[in-house]
């Protein structure tokens, strides 16, 4: 267990809906990042929080967003849901967002989007 | 051309084989290289990691980097059907503001 954790486990969605990822870092941990993981694609950064600011953007579409709350808790937000949008959406948190720090990994949240 | 690249595998290995798992990468001034390990309907956890270039060990597993090449290896020991899984490399990329990862390799080790 990494400590992060990460709800739902599964999300069973529309096309054109809104939905929203939950993540809880690892006590202690000041930054979050968003990943996606798709079979053709791999692990993809999406974004990077650090203490409530973003620090890091990476191939996150327009219609993604996030954020990350004082307690430390960072949300995803994905609109106008597209079936390509379908996959695993991880969490990470890391204790200083630094690019050698090691990165601890949440269970993971499953979108199908139908 | 991608910063990272890996072979997807999958790739069956008996027990007790000798497995090399591989990435190139494409930028030279990288410095820093980690891979991490994926079971089944699990997320990443960190594996290794290593500086610049040369060997790593950590029980039954070494890291090898060959900046020349920019080629990176991570070998298991005496594989262990508990070593199934997907391994994926990273490193730090986007003028290190992100790590980039491999696509994965997947593992399985048969009894």
């Known amino acids: 267990d990494s400590g992060v954790t990460q709800t739902p486990k599964h999300l069973i969605t529309a096309t054109g809906q809104r939905v929203t990822l939950r993540c809880s870092p690892r006590s202690g941990d000041l930054s979050v990042y968003w990943y996606q993981q798709s079979l053709d694609q791999g692990l993809q950064f999406l974004i990077q929080y650090y203490n409530g600011e973003e620090r890091a953007k990476g191939n996150i579409l327009e219609r993604f967003s996030a954020q990350q709350f004082p307690d430390l808790h960072s949300e995803l937000n994905l609109s106008s849901l597209e079936l390509g949008d379908s996959a695993l959406y991880f969490c990470a948190s890391s204790l200083a967002g630094g690019h050698t720090d090691t990165q601890y990994f949440g269970p993971g949240t499953r979108l199908t989007v139908l | 051309q991608k910063e990272v690249e890996q072979d997807p595998g999958p790739l069956s290995v008996p027990e007790g084989a000798i497995v090399s798992l591989n990435c190139t990468y494409s930028?030279?001034?990288?410095?820093?290289f980690m891979w991490y390990r994926q079971y089944s309907r699990k997320g990443p956890e960190l594996l290794m990691y290593t500086y610049s270039s040369g060997n790593k060990e950590d029980g039954r597993f070494t890291a090898q980097v060959d900046k020349s090449s920019k080629y990176i290896s991570l070998f298991i020991r005496d594989s262990q059907p508990s070593d199934s899984a997907t391994y994926l490399c990273a490193i730090p990329s986007g003028g290190y503001q992100k790590v980039t990862f491999g696509t994965g390799t997947k593992l399985q080790v048969i009894p």
């Open positions: 930028n030279s001034a990288f410095q820093y």
